[in-house]
């Protein structure tokens, strides 16, 4: 199992999740133009320094009814026009996979400087168009046939699964958005920030927090949200004597895989296996194994995925946080918390700061980024080295996870 050691993150970028483009007069194309430039200024890299262009985005023919979004850097920022530039498509992890796609570029030593963005606009259509949408990545005409919104009735499936093998208490589920929310309200870029919450917000109160599909509740879903994202991503090759500056964070170890599309058929592959899903623990083993760390207590802190709380729920005991199932212990004992053992989501994650699919995971890994190298603010992790991320798209059809940190020389 190979490590990753010479990929460094020398610049990143979020957008003010919070903002409709639609609504101030603009369009994806802004929202590009926004992310390039901001993006290399924090990296003090011009554009003739990049040499390719990687980015994600899920669904932007269907929002915008723009495709060839590989191109938009070039077309609103001409110092980057005939760079060869690409756009990755895995539903909610295609920024990670437009990561991966740039390191394996700089480590195959093709490029030494590579801009990596997420974008995805999603304000920009009726309320009930963008969940209709957004269930293109699950198995059209073979699931959810049934469901009004197509990812609340999966991920409440999910919590029925997990119900059905270990036991559930939703108000773990509750807990876990709370404290995604309250994380949130530290995070000047979050989509939820100023939202106003009681405790019946976080309860089985079907006025206050009415239910969506299935078990699942209002405050248990991510928004629909327009964002981006960026980060440069550079080889030691890129820095003058070959030495990163003190404090560069570097991606120290990866992990991706993939299953099939039903989330029926990974239930029934996984009914004698001890985790619901095999390839996500083994997409976070790999990555903490690729850093050289032994397991997860010895990470800072992780943002995941939680486009729901269930998502987070699994994230938990996939990465090792407890034992299969036992997700609930790390929420009771206060594991999860900014200040416990092991931080999940000190953004705020998805549910408090927000998902635009197709940024979510370059946006990740700017917060690990700015965690290992001090620059977090108020959602700042004392003493962070070592970040990890976990990127879903789908049912967990496809995982990605990154470890980002500085190295115990800097």
Not at 132 to 141: D, F, H, K, P, V
Not at 293 to 304: C, K, P, S, T, Y
Not at 327 to 346: F, H, M
């Amino acid at each position: 199992m190979s490590s990753s050691s010479g990929v460094w993150v020398v610049g990143s970028y979020q957008t003010d999740f919070a903002r409709n483009y639609k609504r101030e007069g603009l369009d994806v194309g802004d929202l590009v133009g926004e992310v390039v430039e901001a993006t290399l200024s924090d990296a003090g890299v011009g554009p003739e320094q990049v040499e390719a262009i990687h980015l994600g985005n899920a669904f932007g023919q269907l929002f915008n009814g723009q495709g060839q979004l590989g191109a938009m850097p070039a077309t609103v920022e001409p110092g980057l026009w005939g760079l060869p530039a690409s756009r990755h498509e895995a539903a909610c992890a295609s920024g990670s996979i437009a990561v991966l796609s740039a390191m394996a570029d700089i480590e195959a030593g093709r490029y030494d400087c590579i801009l990596v963005l997420g974008i995805e606009q999603e304000k920009n259509v009726p309320g009930v168009e963008a969940p209709r949408y957004l269930g293109a990545a699950a198995w059209i005409g073979h699931e959810g046939e049934e469901a009004t919104f197509m990812w609340p009735f999966m991920f409440s499936e999910l919590a029925d699964e997990y119900d059905r093998r270990y036991g559930l208490d939703d108000r773990h589920l509750h807990a876990i958005a709370e404290l995604n929310m309250r994380n949130a309200k530290d995070n000047p870029l979050a989509q939820t920030r100023e939202w106003k919450f009681t405790d019946a917000n976080f309860s089985d109160d079907d006025i206050e927090n009415p239910i969506v599909e299935g078990r699942l509740r209002r405050t248990d879903c991510s928004q629909i949200t327009d964002g981006g994202a960026g980060v440069v991503l550079v080889s030691e090759r890129f820095f003058a004597d070959g030495k990163p500056p003190a404090g560069t964070a570097r991606i120290k170890g990866w992990g991706h895989g993939a299953a099939g599309l039903s989330l029926r058929q990974k239930f029934e592959r996984s009914q004698e296996e001890p985790y619901v899903f095999p390839h996500v623990r083994d997409v976070a083993t790999k990555a903490m194994g690729r850093a050289g760390i032994a397991d997860v207590h010895e990470l800072d802190g992780i943002e995941v995925h939680d486009c729901f709380s269930m998502s987070e729920y699994v994230a938990v005991d996939h990465f090792g946080i407890t034992d299969p199932g036992e997700s609930w212990k790390a929420v009771e004992n206060g594991d999860l918390e900014r200040t416990g053992q092991t931080p999940v989501n000190p953004s705020g994650g998805l549910i408090g700061v927000g998902h635009p699919v197709g940024t979510t995971g370059v946006r990740m890994v700017h917060d690990a980024r700015r965690q290992v190298t001090g620059r977090a603010g108020e959602c700042q992790v004392e003493g962070a080295r070592n970040f990890a991320t976990m990127n879903i798209g789908g049912s967990l059809t496809t995982a990605v996870s990154f470890v980002v940190g500085v190295d115990d020389t800097q």
